[in-house]
């Protein structure tokens, strides 16, 4: 039951994603919508996307998100876009805090999917070090893809705050 | 040799990295980094030629890249053409801010191209698909207008159903046999582990998925959009480079090498390759937007590679792999000739040009070089990958398909004669008097993929020899 109805408010939140017409109520809908994905995952027993998904979907791109709309606004609504502003190194480094522990904790658990057969010997830390390697590049690189796409979206508004 | 493969990765990334700052030493450097990044790229994939095919596989630090016949035809094919869109971006950029982040988003996109050509794994290409679409959206929307933006959005929202089918797709597979590594996956399908019909659904969803991304017709609404918006080298990159890659590449690569026997789906091949040929020449024959017009031609000459595939004989094969090179060549110098056009007259309508052969002699000259080379009329290259995919077709005694062939390719001449007489030929509108041919590093990148239509045409045994016939041994299972 629990299932179907976390798959319900899931389609419902991304919906609405797309549907609000603030930035920030989108962003706190999709972080919504991630925690939703996240007792999904759960429920199928895949605990350590579920982990990630919680802290890094629903929490740390939420922050990042609701810190760059506070940013963007125009300059008569700063003075109280500004807060989230001050909080944000310390609410990065909680989470980078947090991630460091999740990922220590992970490193040595064993990988054990729904329907899968544990394989002995298979830890969190065997498998993206010694199996996924391959992709490593490709994360670094689509990191990038994302830091220059945003980059480069938002350069007619950094031109512009140049000017005035 | 082998520290080479890493090379194409790393070669793009470290030109990434150092483009933020090189950018900032003075307005030509991001150019050059570019430019040189461009041509080493170009440099080691042309190292791997001389070995004709033979598999040499990278591994280092747990990492696994390897480079065999198909994937060095494919690479050859994104090296040369990026190298020329970087060259000719040279110019063609003082149109548009942000130079550098530009640059570094197409070399992203290279090195995104590169890693699914070199990966031996279903994820890890999946991983680097999805850099070379994310790239892709952003330099669709690269000049922040109200089309470039509307065309992105309607290409990333086609092309997440694409990827979430091929997802599925990739779970299909790992939930029946645990692994997603090519060699593994071919052993296991061969032996008959797992039930078959599921990995039909499985292949049906990579079919859909990969077909979106390759723009095969239905699954093409997003390219008539994206491919004009996007800045002209873009264009070119996506048209000539980037649909066949994330289409093409991994269909054959799934179905021809990893998928034990691909006669099921040969058909399929078959009816999508005529449905994209007949169709995207039609819609392309009533368009007046020259951008939109070889958009739809992209989709048509997509048809043809289909269609040599779908035949599986080797006829067919090597057809429609040649074709893969030639249609990334000629494709290529079309866009960026429509690149040139609009840089000078500021328009992509056909109706507004005329008689501009007087005044852009380079970008007429080699515009007739890409008109001949698509239609298929000798010695240009278009004509041998043609001529062995209807060959192939005879030989298949597929004679409808045959006729059909050599009808849209008379078809495709007539329409882009009609483009030339609409936009080169004819009295010259007052209004482009004063018109001048586009700047040397442009014009130096149409004239350089023109003689390449042709030298390609004129040397076709050679590069037969080295480069087509070795990918095609892997789809024919002789390596």
């Given at each position: ?164 | ?305 289909l269609i040599g595939l779908g035949l599986g004989n080797p006829l067919g094969l090597i057809g429609a792999l040649f074709h893969v090179l030639n249609h990334a060549l000629f494709k290529s110098l079309l866009f960026l000739n429509s690149g040139a056009l609009q840089y000078r007259t500021h328009t992509r309508d056909m109706n507004e040009m005329g008689g501009l052969e007087h005044r852009m002699r380079v970008t007429g000259i080699t515009s007739i070089f890409g008109t001949l080379s698509i239609a298929g009329v000798p010695p240009f290259n278009g004509f041998w990958s043609k001529l062995f995919i209807i060959l192939g077709a005879l030989a298949a005694k597929q004679y409808v398909v045959a006729v059909l062939a050599i009808f849209l390719s008379v078809f495709t001449l007539g329409y882009f004669l009609l483009m030339q007489r609409r936009v080169f030929f004819g009295k010259l509108n007052l209004k482009w008097q004063d018109l001048k ?43």
């Amino acid at each position: 039951m629990l299932l179907y109805a976390s798959l319900v408010l899931l389609v419902i939140f991304a919906i609405l994603v797309c549907f609000f017409r603030d930035l920030l109520y989108a962003a706190v809908s999709l972080a919504l919508a991630s925690v939703m994905l996240s007792v999904v995952l759960f429920q199928y027993g895949a605990n350590i996307a579920a982990v990630f998904e919680l802290s890094v979907c629903a929490g740390l791109i939420t922050v990042l998100f609701v810190s760059t709309v506070s940013m963007t606004k125009d300059s008569d609504q700063a003075n109280e876009s500004r807060l989230p502003a001050y909080f944000l190194p310390f609410i990065l480094v909680l989470f980078l805090g947090l991630d460091f522990f999740l990922v220590k904790w992970l490193a040595g658990s064993t990988l054990v999917g729904a329907g899968f057969p544990a394989t002995p010997g298979l830890t969190f830390q065997n498998a993206f070090w010694g199996q996924r390697m391959t992709d490593i590049v490709g994360q670094v690189s689509l990191i990038l893809v994302g830091v220059f796409g945003i980059l480069t979206i938002m350069r007619a508004l950094s031109e512009r705050r140049k000017h005035d | 040799m082998i520290t080479n493969i890493g090379l194409m990765l790393l070669l793009p990334l470290a030109a990434v990295i150092l483009m933020p700052w090189v950018s900032r030493l003075h307005r030509r450097a991001a150019d050059v980094l570019a430019a040189l990044a461009g041509l080493g790229l170009v440099g080691l994939c042309l190292r791997f030629i001389p070995l004709r095919g033979e598999t040499l596989t990278l591994r280092v630090l747990n990492t696994q890249f390897s480079v065999d016949g198909l994937s060095l035809l494919f690479l050859v094919v994104v090296n040369v053409v990026a190298f020329f869109c970087i060259l000719y971006s040279i110019d063609y950029m003082n149109h548009y801010d942000g130079r550098g982040k530009f640059y570094a988003l197409l070399l992203l996109m290279v090195l995104g191209l590169n890693g699914v050509l070199l990966v031996r794994d279903l994820f890890s290409l999946y991983v680097y698909l999805e850099i070379v679409s994310i790239a892709s959206y952003v330099l669709v929307a690269f000049g922040l207008k109200w089309d470039g933006i509307e065309s992105a959005l309607k290409y990333l929202l086609l092309s997440v159903v694409a990827t979430g089918l091929i997802l599925v797709g990739l779970g299909i597979m790992y939930l029946n046999l645990g692994t997603l590594e090519f060699a593994e996956l071919k052993l296991l399908l061969a032996a008959g582990s797992g039930p078959n019909t599921v990995f039909l659904l499985a292949a049906a969803l990579f079919i859909a998925g990969f077909g979106l991304k390759a723009a095969i017709m239905p699954f093409h609404a997003w390219l008539p959009d994206a491919h004009p918006s996007a800045p002209a080298p873009i264009s070119a990159m996506l048209s000539g480079v980037v649909i066949k890659v994330a289409g093409v590449y991994a269909l054959t690569r799934l179905f021809f090498d990893i998928y034990p026997s691909p006669a099921r789906v040969l058909n399929v091949f078959l009816i999508l390759g005529v449905a994209s040929m007949i169709g995207g020449a039609l819609i392309a024959y009533f368009q007046s937007d020259i951008k939109r017009m070889f958009a739809y031609s992209s989709i048509s000459q997509i048809g043809y590679i289909l269609i040599g595939l779908g035949l599986g004989n080797p006829l067919g094969l090597i057809g429609a792999l040649f074709h893969v090179l030639n249609h990334a060549l000629f494709k290529s110098l079309l866009f960026l000739n429509s690149g040139a056009l609009q840089y000078r007259t500021h328009t992509r309508d056909m109706n507004e040009m005329g008689g501009l052969e007087h005044r852009m002699r380079v970008t007429g000259i080699t515009s007739i070089f890409g008109t001949l080379s698509i239609a298929g009329v000798p010695p240009f290259n278009g004509f041998w990958s043609k001529l062995f995919i209807i060959l192939g077709a005879l030989a298949a005694k597929q004679y409808v398909v045959a006729v059909l062939a050599i009808f849209l390719s008379v078809f495709t001449l007539g329409y882009f004669l009609l483009m030339q007489r609409r936009v080169f030929f004819g009295k010259l509108n007052l209004k482009w008097q004063d018109l001048k041919e586009v700047p040397l590093t442009m014009s130096l990148a149409m004239i350089f993929l023109a003689a390449q239509c042709l030298l390609v045409g004129i040397f076709f045994n050679e590069v037969l020899r080295y480069l087509v016939e070795p990918a095609a041994a892997i789809l024919l299972g002789g390596k």
